[in-house]
């Protein structure tokens, strides 16, 4: 079956830079999309891109543009997701999510991760 | 921008059907898909190009769409189907999701 594992949650200062993970297995990972979505505390969803590790091409939201980087390794399955010069507002859940269709960029998120929160604080 | 707006809550009596609107500019003319979150978990998508259900996905979700308005309905409304429900679409190679809807059935 599809999982999606996130890497632990994460503390960071104003200014500093997190890296999330999103480690694939049951499904072949080099072939299907994978997005970010984030989700601040009580509040609704935001897309932030996608990446497809077959190639490793990406297309960021425009939001965070300049950034957001996100990467793969694709002999372990993994996605990662590297946000910089983070702020306060930036606290929220990230989720990695595959798109639903083998090779196509649908934009229909079928698996989510549990998610990563990341807490920015002083 | 694009935009997607949601109503912020709706309220269902138990086994009535509850009707969650989206509506933005030429919705009609944009797959939407819909997500069902409950509170600490991960969305699920219920429905997916307007109308598709994913497997496991009970027949009492369906979804529509015309002109500026995509509806998602769930029928005969169980307890269970109490969460917070999202619309999403896409214009341009941007993602948009509406701003949610809590579903309340009392």
């Known amino acids: 079956q599809v999982q999606l594992v996130h890497s632990g949650a994460e503390m960071k200062k104003p200014g500093a830079s997190v890296k999330v993970s999103c480690k694939a297995s049951?499904?072949?990972?080099?072939?299907?999309?994978m997005h970010w979505v984030r989700q601040a505390p009580g509040q609704g969803l935001e897309w932030m891109g996608w990446?497809?590790?077959?190639?490793?091409?990406?297309k960021y939201a425009q939001k965070f543009q300049g950034r957001v980087t996100m990467t793969r390794d694709t002999s372990i399955s993994t996605a990662y997701m590297e946000l910089s010069r983070l702020r306060s507002d930036d606290t929220a859940v990230y989720f990695c999510?595959?798109?639903?269709?083998?090779?196509?960029?649908?934009?229909?998120?079928?698996?989510w991760g549990q998610g990563t929160l990341v807490t920015v604080s002083s | 921008s694009f935009e997607l707006t949601q109503p912020p809550s709706v309220s269902v009596s138990p086994g009535q059907t509850a009707s969650i609107t989206c509506s933005g500019d030429?919705?009609?003319?944009?797959?939407t898909s819909w997500y069902q979150q409950k509170p600490g978990q991960s969305p699920t998508l219920v429905i997916f190009?307007?109308?598709k259900r994913p497997s496991g996905i009970p027949e009492r979700f369906s979804g529509s769409n015309s002109g500026n308005t995509a509806t998602l309905t769930i029928s005969g409304t169980q307890a269970v189907d109490e969460a917070d429900y999202y619309c999403?679409?896409?214009?341009?190679?941007?993602?948009?999701f509406g701003g949610g809807t809590k579903l309340t059935v009392l």
């Open positions: 990446i497809i590790p077959r190639s490793g091409g990406t």
């Open positions: 030429n919705l009609g003319e944009k797959y």
């Open positions: 190009q307007h109308r």
């Open positions: 049951g499904y072949a990972f080099t072939d299907y999309y």
């Open positions: 999403q679409a896409w214009d341009s190679s941007t993602v948009v």
């Open positions: 999510v595959r798109d639903r269709d083998r090779w196509e960029l649908l934009y229909v998120f079928d698996y």
